[in-house]
């Protein structure tokens, strides 16, 4: 498709109801993916905002955020580093946990993949309560990293995440 705008590539992202679980909306991605204009446009319109802040590296959360993060770490030259669910990285850890609408989850990063003072953004597909976004830089932080911006393909700002992120230079290409 010929993608120009934000707001042709909203028109992509499709609404599956009561996914995963019944009252949530599902902002399904994957049309945006499949389709080669409007991927070169997602990802050239996050790596240009990146890109002004030279990070390196690219931290990626688990699992969406695992689909664009190593594009933009590609096209910036910049590495990509995991944030993941507890249990699913191999060498050593650490570790935080945070508090979901019911109950709470856990992420991990491996203790050697950021070093004092590296500038690193986060990058995940959509920006919800923002619990999760703040939890990825709580790691990051935890090893020294400087959290230079923090990137979404979607916002729900209904839902205020950015109150979470008011520290951060935080940036979304697509709100409801
Ligand atoms: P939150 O921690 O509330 O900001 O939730 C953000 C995380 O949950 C992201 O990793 C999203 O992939 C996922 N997520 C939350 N709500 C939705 C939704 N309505 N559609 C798709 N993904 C969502």
């Known amino acids: 498709m010929n993608i120009k705008s934000p707001e042709d590539l909203k028109g992509l992202v499709r609404d599956v109801p009561d996914f995963p679980k019944k009252g949530i909306i599902f902002k399904d991605i994957t049309p945006i993916l499949k389709d080669p204009g409007a991927l070169a446009f997602a990802v050239d319109e996050l790596a240009d905002f990146l890109a002004e802040v030279h990070p390196d590296p690219i931290v990626g959360i688990e699992s969406r955020g695992f689909i664009l993060s190593p594009i933009l770490a590609y096209k910036l030259r910049a590495g990509f580093v995991p944030v993941r669910k ?91």
């Not at 690193?120 to 959509?126: F, K």
């Not at 090893?143 to 230079?148: A, F, M, P, Q």
């Open 86 to 176: 507890k249990g699913k990285l191999p060498a050593e850890t650490i570790r935080v946990s945070y508090d979901l609408e019911y109950g709470s989850n856990e992420l991990e990063i491996h203790q050697d993949a950021i070093f004092k003072g590296m500038k690193v953004a986060v990058v995940d597909d959509l920006l919800a309560t923002g619990g999760t976004a703040e939890a990825a830089i709580r790691l990051v932080e935890k090893l020294g990293g400087e959290v230079v911006a923090v990137a979404f393909l979607v916002e729900l700002a209904f839902l205020k995440g950015r109150e979470k992120l008011t520290d951060y230079n935080v940036f979304s290409l697509i709100r409801y």
